[in-house]
């Protein structure tokens, strides 16, 4: 029978027991201590609650989203933007007030050619010298101009004398014979009034057609002023450069205008260049021999001096607009005078220049525009052989300024 010891059972059983507690305080103190390891430093922030937006710290300077910030470098800070001009300090009883410019730009055509009407080519810039009311002005676009043209040809066509129509068929045909396909031309003949006959076309049988209806006149005026006012009126419209191709006896009967008013008209009038064509030259030499009277048809009494005046006042309408007047004697001269001014139109020197008095008044400046030397002096012209040729500089005399209200 084996006896057991009781009392060293107990002793054993409970040191077992004590050694249970000092375990579990052992393995207490060790998390408690591991704890305190990982635990965040004071200035840390403590994550933030499930389901809110994390603020980003001031250093991060970048975008957030629902993780947390990134980490983007902060911008180098610029440098402040300089201060504004000091504005000046406003004098005591002077009212604001703000300036505006308008700049004008003049265009001038000048044909240079010898006395027998031949074009000078070659010259320069320099070769060109502008005044405007004798103050010299500094040419700013230069070009020679070969482009297609935009003319008008207004042709007299009354009940006046057969020869007359005659003339001014035959003078209207030699022009349209001088067209090229691109020009653009349109019909327009006159007596008490202006017809149009044709509006502007590069079809060249629609001119020879329009011409063709020159058969029968009407009335025996010959109201030059108002068809030349009429027609000037109607190409002010139209961009860039027109002519107007005027064949007329230069008569004028019974207009309502005066020539005082044709004449300011022609002055207003930009970009306009007149090329008048005198017809009843032959009538008017055989009366001047053999003594005949007159007559401007159905009863309307036309004398020498009447003609006279027209030839006057076609000149005057050339010169206003740097175009040249014409007298033809003979049927035979007509070809010949066509292809001059057809030349004279597709070779002219522009200019162009801002003018130095840019008050826009409406007043009329005289131009003057002359050939030089590049050192100054006298430009020489020399032909083949060496000789110096005498030339003629046309360009129109003047201009009229804008004129703005204020």
Not at 8 to 35: D, E, Y
């Amino acid at each position: 029978m084996v006896c057991i010891d009781r009392s060293r059972t107990l002793k054993s059983l409970g040191r077992r027991i004590l050694t249970i507690p000092l375990m579990v305080l052992t393995l207490l103190f060790l998390v408690l201590g591991t704890r305190g390891l990982f635990a965040q430093s004071p200035d840390q922030t403590e994550p933030a609650a499930s389901g809110q937006k994390q603020d980003a710290p001031p250093e991060a300077g970048g975008p957030q989203n629902d993780v947390g910030p990134y980490a983007i470098p902060k911008k180098k800070e610029e440098p402040p933007p300089p201060p504004p001009p000091a504005k000046p300090k406003k004098v005591e009883g002077m009212p604001d007030y703000s300036i505006k410019t308008d700049v004008s730009l003049v265009n001038v055509d000048v044909l240079v050619t010898t006395k027998d009407g031949q074009f000078i080519p070659g010259l320069k810039k320099d070769n060109f010298r502008v005044t405007e009311d004798g103050v010299p002005q500094s040419v700013v676009n230069f070009d020679i101009s070969q482009a297609p043209i935009t003319a008008v040809l207004l042709v007299e066509f009354a009940s006046t004398n057969y020869y007359f129509m005659v003339d001014a068929l035959n003078a209207s045909y030699a022009f349209a014979n001088a067209l090229k396909k691109n020009d653009y031309v349109a019909v327009i003949s006159y007596d008490m009034k202006p017809h149009i006959l044709a509006d502007f076309t590069q079809d060249k049988q629609a001119v020879y057609g329009a011409l063709n209806q020159l058969r029968i006149p009407g009335f025996a005026e010959t109201n030059l002023f108002d068809a030349v006012y009429d027609t000037l009126d109607r190409v002010d419209q139209i961009e860039g450069r027109k002519y107007v191709i005027l064949i007329t006896t230069g008569v004028d009967t019974f207009s309502k205008l005066t020539l005082d008013q044709i004449t300011k008209k022609i002055k207003t009038t930009h970009d306009v260049t007149i090329f008048p064509i005198s017809v009843g030259f032959a009538v008017r030499n055989y009366c001047e021999t053999h003594q005949c009277g007159y007559t401007h048809g159905m009863g309307i009494p036309v004398g020498e001096m009447d003609y006279l005046q027209g030839d006057n006042e076609m000149n005057t309408f050339a010169r206003l607009t740097g175009g040249r007047a014409y007298f033809p004697r003979f049927q035979a001269e007509l070809p010949e005078i066509f292809h001059d001014v057809i030349g004279d139109i597709r070779n002219q020197y522009n200019l162009a220049y801002h003018p130095t008095n840019p008050k826009l008044d409406g007043t009329y400046r005289k131009l003057k525009v002359e050939v030089i030397a590049p050192d100054g002096g006298q430009l020489k012209v020399k032909d083949q052989k060496g000789k110096d040729v005498k030339y003629n500089v046309v360009a129109r005399e003047g201009y009229t300024a804008k004129h703005t209200v204020e």
